[in-house]
């Protein structure tokens, strides 16, 4: 049973890099940065070890070493995740990747929308519902939840003030970063 764990483990995070939920690995790997010509530029160059214009499965694999040693992955199993990269990122299947397949699936993993974030928003948004769609249902809430609507009432202050102070300043600091 332990055996399998472990092998279920190892191929959940072989498929790590490929999975859209995990692009941050892949960022991480790559070194992207902030996505800058010259940041996609340097990783491009910083992974194409023999200067070929061209990267090709053993220089991603060496690429990927180090994610694999952190998760315990076997040779075979780092093969399988650089074959993954590769079908997923080789438009013109030729086995390995030129400066602009590079650059322009760099770029579209850079504007890539995380999954979760459409059931965040959708929880934002019925967080900030008007009072005008909530008070009608207020005495059925607060009876639901066995409080008072003092108690209502000073819970949904304390999370608008605490979006307020944080929530906004935060999305400014993380769009200048």
Known sequence: RRAQATLARRALSAQLLVSPYNNHHLISTLQLGMFTDKDIDDAFSRIDADSNKRICRDELQAVFRDFAAKRGLSEEELAKTVDAFIAKWDEDKSGD?????????????????????????????????????????????????????????????????????????????????
């Open 97 to 177: 990747l030129c400066r602009e397949e590079f650059r322009r699936l760099a770029i579209s993993l850079g504007e890539q929308v995380h999954p979760v974030i459409y059931q965040l928003s959708a929880c934002v948004f019925l967080m900030c519902v008007p009072f005008g769609i909530i008070v009608p249902f207020e005495p059925t809430l607060v009876a639901g939840l066995g409080i008072t609507a003092a108690q209502f009432g000073a819970a949904q202050g304390a999370m608008f003030v605490t979006k307020f102070l944080f929530n906004i300043p935060i999305t400014d600091v993380v769009d200048r970063v």
